[in-house]
């Protein structure tokens, strides 16, 4: 399986992004996925987690509220939808697959999102 990102951007604080991520080659429909972030000089974060039918999610808690996670195994491609964004929001993001949910060893190359204040 071979990810790809899009949908990231630079948008002002308040804005709405959705990121998508789908798969190039291979099925993702049997992966649990998440996405994650890390701004420039920190570690990667997880931001949030979905199994492999959506059934199950996990949130960080700064997305909480303001962030959704979703998958459309259909279409091949997993969702963030990001609402309310802040600076601190500014980010690349990635997504990432495995086999179960919390061990990913599938990575996308990232999109990079900025929010301007």
């Known amino acids: 399986v071979e990810l790809v990102e899009s949908g990231g951007g630079v948008v002002q604080v308040g804005a709405s992004l959705r990121l998508s991520c789908t798969a190039s080659?291979?099925?993702?429909?049997?992966?649990?996925m998440a996405w994650f972030r890390q701004a420039p000089g920190t570690e990667r974060k997880i931001v949030a987690s979905i199994n492999w039918n959506g059934g199950g999610r996990t949130y960080a808690e700064f997305a909480k509220g303001r962030f959704t996670i979703s998958r459309d195994n259909a279409k091949n491609t997993m969702y963030l939808q990001m609402n309310s964004l802040k600076p601190e929001d500014t980010a690349d993001y990635y997504c990432?697959?495995?086999?179960?949910?919390?061990?990913?060893?599938?990575w996308g190359q990232g999109t990079q999102v900025t929010v301007s204040s």
């Open positions: 990432a697959a495995g086999r179960s949910w919390g061990d990913y060893g599938i």
């Open positions: 080659a291979g099925t993702l429909s049997r992966y649990a």
